[in-house]
């Protein structure tokens, strides 16, 4: 079984950056499938990357060439690297582990002036 804490979100300035983490104890992440989602004010959960075991990646369309996805094995966390943040990027985003069948709590991001 593995657990996840998100972490890193809050609020950024239209343009900005921010960097999320997923932090997973109980079991390795390294060469497991991840995956970032995100659900913002009444709508449902959408997905936004993946990582997979041979760490190829992917993105919604929305989020390609501004989002990286990635992870650091050593420390046992998945990242989310956001940049050229716009406002409806506003959302809970929740990291969640396909192998493990396992949701973080999510952490919350608000892109706003």
């Known amino acids: 079984q593995v657990q996840l804490v998100e972490s890193g979100g809050g609020l950024a300035q239209p343009g900005g950056s921010l960097r999320l983490s997923c932090a997973a104890s109980?079991?390795?992440?390294?060469?497991?499938?991840m995956e970032w989602y995100r659900q913002a004010p009444g709508k449902q959960r959408e997905w936004v990357a993946t990582?997979?075991?041979?760490?190829?990646?992917n993105y919604t369309d929305s989020a390609k060439g501004r989002f990286t996805i990635s992870r650091d094995n050593a420390k046992n966390t998945l990242y989310l690297q956001m940049n050229s943040l716009k406002p409806e990027d506003t959302a809970i985003y929740y990291c969640?582990?396909?192998?493990?069948?396992?949701w973080g709590q999510g952490t919350q991001v608000t892109v706003s002036t």
């Open positions: 990582i997979y075991a041979d760490d190829e990646t």
């Open positions: 109980g079991s390795a992440i390294r060469n497991s499938m």
């Open positions: 969640r582990s396909i192998d493990y069948r396992t």
